[in-house]
């Protein structure tokens, strides 16, 4: 940079030399021709175009040239001191001019790139008010400092929080924007809030201005700006500019972060209202009438009209098993929709395993009645740390299934047994079993075979809600048959904690 | 009958459960008064005070638990909620103060008249002194603190018997994991459910003849134990 200055001026002295000898020879042609005797003034007209131009140097270079030349063109050697005071006078002139003249200009420059630079951080600040999201922040940001500051940009913004989409970023900057070893390094030491800003010079000298983007917090990324070769009372100059249009984007950066979570607080809340709603309606709306049917029809049953005649007793039975069913479709739905919104938060307890199998089959009964049920549960199992309601209720699913798609009149085994350091609950059925196929499907959400479709109705939730409200509670679901119409088992398996309750360690009297 | 109809008062703001809940209640051979808000509850409870009360959470001008709390500040009635499914953590609310059960709706009408009942005969064994609790085969004597399983002694620890005791009071009807807690080891041991745990499996062994099947000492899950009671001497009701 140095180095280029001398050139300049160098330059700049040859060109005013050249300009004073075309003047001498103007001057000379004036002096010839026309006879004119005082020409002195033809000089200072250059001397002014240099300080103009070129700048202070070649201006006095050119002043001196001009009063060497005015005297040779103009005054005898035995002049008179009034004519010497004439030349001194010139000198001093022309020095002065030039001197006005190359301030001037400096004035005008400084004034031109005040302007240029204003303009830039106006449309800078224009495209931030307009930038809708973080985005296109970061584009402006990059936009600005290679447009008008022509600086070699690298963002590195979190949340792009793994290195591939660092590089990612880093090449929608162009090739050319390779970040040194070095620079890497402080890039890094800044993003881990080690240091707001660092300079660095990489090894082909050029230094690297590295600054959090936000001096509040590092969480609107970090940004490297090659600044070239700069001299340090150059660099603190660009440092204010580049801080100026920093502070600019992090404010908006800050004002949309705020504004975006706002937001979706507010969204969440609204669907969270309009779901609430729904859901209570739904409960309410569908499980009232529910309530009043089955109801209605366990009275009916028992009134000595119904009571006395089986046809009508299985009539009432009919509609009760079917309002029943109902019921739990609704309560499926519910289910469902707690899933989907991560609502399922379990009440763990410590609970007797054969307690969740009698409740979930007690609650079945009605639908197992046309079946064997065989009882295989361990005694002294071990105590689980689950929530039992939930636990309870996937089992009940299972059990469900298992009357559903096996015929009237076959056995379901129902099992609880210590397996290693598990525990599992299983139904095993003799029915319509699964295929390979359906056994992968098996508890994918809506996953109904067509076999299954063809012979009974439901809608697919159950198993995928038994899968996870048992998943909620540490454990899993498996499926397995040895293929179609020979039977399917579902097994529950939980996981059974090394400091499980013993009775060894009774609370005891 | 020579005793007078026991009074049932339905509260609920639904026309078609209270329809049902008559017909079922009546053919029971109760005297039924219905409800239609907490305030009309308030009033009807003053006017003729009922044998027994039930109580549809959901009501349009007040909330369940406050007509239960309001209640309970002068009368003893014994009480049954309807309520729906799902919130284990209300029931027990509603039971720890004062609810005597719950029926989960959709409900029939049998598994509501068996929890009434039972809430009824306590109401008469804490007037009429009488000591014999039975459960099935087994037959609890809470005046000799003596405990038989088919005619024969068993053998209970004390805090076996507390519990058993507890439930025996409370027969027929849930009592929750948090009362007995309290009532055998003490308030700080309320959240100490693995203790209630233990003590069941090792009472079933002694009570039940399939511990793995109990049908004396059943359990409620998320709420507590409940002693069972052997269907009443009535039309089977479904």
């Given at each position: 940079m140095h180095f280029d200055t001398v050139k300049r001026e160098l330059r700049g002295i040859a060109l005013a030399i050249v300009l004073i000898a075309l003047t001498t020879l103007l001057a000379d042609a004036l002096v010839h021709y026309l006879g004119i005797r005082r020409g002195t003034v033809i000089y200072l007209l250059t001397v002014l175009i240099c300080g103009w131009q070129l700048g202070l140097l070649p201006a006095l270079v050119a002043a001196v040239a001009g009063v060497l030349g005015s005297a040779f063109l103009f005054y005898n050697p035995n002049a008179q001191p009034s004519e010497l005071l004439d030349l001194a006078l010139f000198l001093i002139v022309a020095l002065v001019t030039s001197h006005l003249a190359n301030s001037m200009k400096q004035t005008t420059e400084l004034a031109r790139k005040?302007?240029?630079?204003?303009?830039?951080?106006?449309?800078?600040?224009?495209?931030?008010?307009?930038?809708?999201?973080?985005?296109?922040?970061?584009?402006?940001?990059?936009?600005?400092?290679?447009?008008?500051?022509?600086?070699?940009?690298?963002?590195?913004?979190?949340?792009?929080?793994?290195?591939?989409?660092?590089?990612?970023?880093?090449?929608?900057?162009?090739?050319?924007?390779?970040?040194?070893?070095?620079?890497?390094?402080?890039?890094?030491?800044?993003?881990?809030?080690?240091?707001?800003?660092?300079?660095?010079?990489?090894?082909?000298?050029?230094?690297?201005?590295?600054?959090?983007?936000?001096?509040?917090?590092?969480?609107?990324?970090?940004?490297?700006?090659?600044?070239?070769r700069?001299p340090a009372n150059e660099?603190?100059d660009?440092?204010?500019?580049?801080?100026?249009?920093?502070?600019?984007?992090?404010?908006?950066?800050?004002?949309?972060?705020?504004?975006?979570?706002?937001?979706?607080?507010?969204?969440?809340?609204?669907?969270?209202?309009?779901?609430?709603?729904?859901?209570?309606?739904?409960?309410?709306?569908?499980?009232?009438?529910?309530?009043?049917?089955?109801?209605?029809?366990?009275?009916?049953?028992?009134?000595?009209?119904?009571?006395?005649?089986?046809?009508?007793?299985?009539?009432?039975?009919?509609?009760?098993?079917?309002?029943?069913?109902?019921?739990?479709?609704?309560?499926?739905?519910?289910?469902?929709?707690?899933?989907?919104?991560?609502?399922?938060?379990?009440?763990?307890?410590?609970?007797?395993?054969?307690?969740?199998?009698?409740?979930?089959?007690?609650?079945?009964?009605?639908?197992?009645?046309?079946?064997?049920?065989?009882?295989?549960?361990?005694?002294?199992?071990?105590?689980?740390?689950?929530?039992?309601?939930?636990?309870?209720?996937?089992?009940?699913?299972?059990?469900?299934?298992?009357?559903?798609?096996?015929?009237?009149?076959?056995?379901?085994?129902?099992?609880?047994?210590?397996?290693?350091?598990?525990?599992?609950?299983?139904?095993?059925?003799?029915?319509?079993?699964?295929?390979?196929?359906?056994?992968?499907?098996?508890?994918?959400?809506?996953?109904?075979?067509?076999?299954?479709?063809?012979?009974?109705?439901?809608?697919?939730?159950?198993?995928?809600?038994?899968?996870?409200?048992?998943?909620?509670?540490?454990?899993?679901?498996?499926?397995?048959?040895?293929?179609?119409?020979?039977?399917?088992?579902?097994?529950?398996?939980?996981?059974?904690?090394?400091?499980?309750?013993?009775?060894?360690?009774?609370?005891?009297? | 009958?020579?005793?007078?109809?026991?009074?049932?008062?339905?509260?609920?703001?639904?026309?078609?459960?209270?329809?049902?809940?008559?017909?079922?209640?009546?053919?029971?051979?109760?005297?039924?008064?219905?409800?239609?808000?907490?305030?009309?509850?308030?009033?009807?409870?003053?006017?003729?005070?009922?044998?027994?009360?039930?109580?549809?959470?959901?009501?349009?001008?007040?909330?369940?638990?406050?007509?239960?709390?309001?209640?309970?500040?002068?009368?003893?009635?014994?009480?049954?909620?309807?309520?729906?499914?799902?919130?284990?953590?209300?029931?027990?609310?509603?039971?720890?103060?004062?609810?005597?059960?719950?029926?989960?709706?959709?409900?029939?009408?049998?598994?509501?008249?068996?929890?009434?009942?039972?809430?009824?005969?306590?109401?008469?064994?804490?007037?009429?002194?009488?000591?014999?609790?039975?459960?099935?085969?087994?037959?609890?004597?809470?005046?000799?603190?003596?405990?038989?399983?088919?005619?024969?002694?068993?053998?209970?620890?004390?805090?076996?018997?507390?519990?058993?005791?507890?439930?025996?009071?409370?027969?027929?009807?849930?009592?929750?994991?948090?009362?007995?807690?309290?009532?055998?080891?003490?308030?700080?041991?309320?959240?100490?459910?693995?203790?209630?745990?233990?003590?069941?499996?090792?009472?079933?062994?002694?009570?039940?003849?399939?511990?793995?099947?109990?049908?004396?000492?059943?359990?409620?899950?998320?709420?507590?134990?409940?002693?069972?009671?052997?269907?009443?001497?009535?039309?089977?009701?479904?």
């Open positions: 005040r302007e240029r630079e204003m303009s830039g951080l106006y449309a800078f600040s224009r495209q931030l008010a307009a930038a809708p999201s973080a985005a296109e922040i970061y584009r402006a940001i990059e936009d600005h400092l290679a447009t008008h500051a022509q600086r070699k940009v690298a963002l590195f913004v979190p949340g792009a929080a793994d290195s591939s989409k660092e590089a990612g970023k880093e090449a929608d900057q162009g090739g050319d924007t390779a970040v040194p070893e070095r620079v890497r390094a402080a890039i890094t030491e800044v993003q881990g809030g080690k240091s707001i800003e660092a300079n660095v010079t990489d090894d082909t000298g050029n230094v690297w201005h590295v600054r959090r983007v936000s001096q509040r917090t590092p969480d609107f990324g970090v940004i490297a700006i090659d600044l070239g700069v660099a603190a660009v440092h204010q500019r580049v801080n100026d249009m920093l502070s600019d984007a992090a404010d908006t950066l800050e004002r949309l972060d705020v504004a975006h979570a706002l937001d979706q607080a507010k969204m969440r809340s609204e669907t969270e209202l309009l779901r609430e709603a729904l859901i209570g309606s739904v409960s309410h709306e569908l499980r009232t009438p529910l309530a009043s049917i089955l109801g209605a029809a366990t009275v009916l049953s028992q009134s000595p009209a119904v009571a006395n005649d089986e046809r009508l007793t299985s009539l009432s039975g009919v509609v009760r098993d079917e309002a029943e069913r109902l019921n739990n479709d609704i309560q499926n739905l519910l289910d469902a929709t707690r899933i989907s919104r991560e609502q399922i938060k379990p009440r763990m307890e410590w609970i007797e395993p054969s307690d969740i199998v009698n409740s979930a089959l007690e609650r079945r009964r009605r639908r197992l009645n046309g079946h064997q049920v065989r009882l295989d549960l361990d005694s002294n199992l071990p105590f689980i740390y689950v929530d039992p309601v939930l636990i309870e209720q996937a089992f009940a699913q299972v059990v469900d299934n298992a009357a559903k798609y096996s015929p009237s009149g076959s056995t379901i085994t129902v099992a609880a047994k210590r397996n290693g350091q598990g525990l599992v609950l299983s139904v095993a059925d003799t029915g319509v079993g699964l295929t390979d196929e359906e056994s992968a499907q098996i508890g994918e959400r809506f996953f109904r075979g067509p076999r299954h479709a063809a012979t009974t109705s439901g809608s697919g939730l159950g198993l995928w809600i038994a899968k996870a409200f048992v998943g909620a509670n540490g454990g899993r679901i498996e499926a397995d048959s040895a293929g179609v119409n020979r039977g399917t088992t579902i097994a529950i398996k939980l996981p059974v904690a090394p400091n499980a309750p013993q009775q060894e360690t009774d609370p005891d009297d | 009958m020579t005793e007078p109809a026991p009074v049932v008062l339905v509260i609920d703001d639904e026309i078609q459960i209270r329809r049902f809940l008559r017909a079922g209640l009546e053919l029971d051979g109760f005297l039924v008064q219905e409800a239609e808000t907490g305030a009309d509850a308030m009033r009807a409870v003053t006017l003729t005070p009922p044998d027994l009360v039930i109580l549809d959470l959901g009501l349009p001008d007040m909330d369940g638990a406050d007509v239960l709390e309001r209640l309970r500040a002068w009368s003893n009635v014994p009480l049954i909620v309807l309520s729906v499914r799902s919130n284990e953590a209300e029931k027990v609310r509603l039971l720890e103060n004062g609810a005597d059960d719950y029926v989960v709706k959709p409900f029939g009408m049998a598994e509501l008249l068996a929890r009434a009942h039972a809430a009824m005969r306590r109401q008469v064994r804490a007037t009429s002194g009488e000591p014999v609790v039975r459960a099935g085969p087994l037959s609890i004597d809470l005046a000799a603190r003596f405990v038989t399983i088919n005619g024969e002694r068993v053998i209970l620890t004390p805090k076996e018997y507390r519990l058993l005791q507890i439930l025996a009071q409370h027969a027929g009807n849930v009592v929750t994991h948090q009362f007995l807690l309290k009532e055998i080891w003490g308030s700080p041991h309320i959240h100490d459910t693995h203790y209630l745990r233990i003590f069941v499996r090792k009472l079933r062994q002694k009570i039940e003849a399939d511990p793995t099947q109990p049908r004396i000492l059943l359990t409620e899950l998320g709420i507590g134990y409940r002693l069972a009671l052997p269907e009443p001497a009535r039309p089977a009701v479904v």
